[in-house]
């Protein structure tokens, strides 16, 4: 059974750092896509970042200042989050690819893994 861990989230104040975690537990590596989703109250949950074969997508909201990563060898996925702002303040949940979806990348639809997410708020 594949499961979705995330982590490293926290408070931190307006132009700081965070970086988050998803460790792959119950399945090796793949190639198909994974991706850093975020949700606050209520609001859509909306994509962030997603990475496929190793080429990593961004929403625009959030490029330049976040980068998605893979590290295969521990199976964990990272989004490294820079320059936060009080509206990147959310829950932020990982996500898995494990069956054929032709969703677009950034779209919630495309991924049938949820992790429980890790909270990440911003302070002005």
């Known amino acids: 059974q594949v499961q979705l861990v995330e982590s490293g989230g926290g408070s931190v104040q307006a132009g ?19 991706g850093w989703f975020r949700q606050a109250p209520g609001k859509e949950r909306e994509g962030v ?17 976040f980068t998605i990563s893979q590290d295969t060898s521990k199976n964990t996925l990272y989004l490294q989050m820079n320059s936060l702002k009080p509206e990147d303040t959310a829950m932020y949940y990982c996500a898995r690819q494990t069956i054929f979806s032709s969703a677009y990348v950034l779209s919630r639809n495309r991924y049938n893994l949820w992790g429980r997410g890790t909270q990440v708020t911003v302070s002005s």
């Not at 700081?16 to 994974?34: F, I, K, Q």
């Not at 970042?49 to 200042?65: H, N």
């Open 49 to 65: 970042a997603a990475i496929g074969g190793g080429y990593p997508l961004y929403a625009d909201s959030v490029k330049g200042r």
């Open 16 to 34: 700081g750092s965070l970086r988050l975690s998803c460790a792959v537990s119950g399945s090796t590596y793949s190639s198909a896509y994974m």
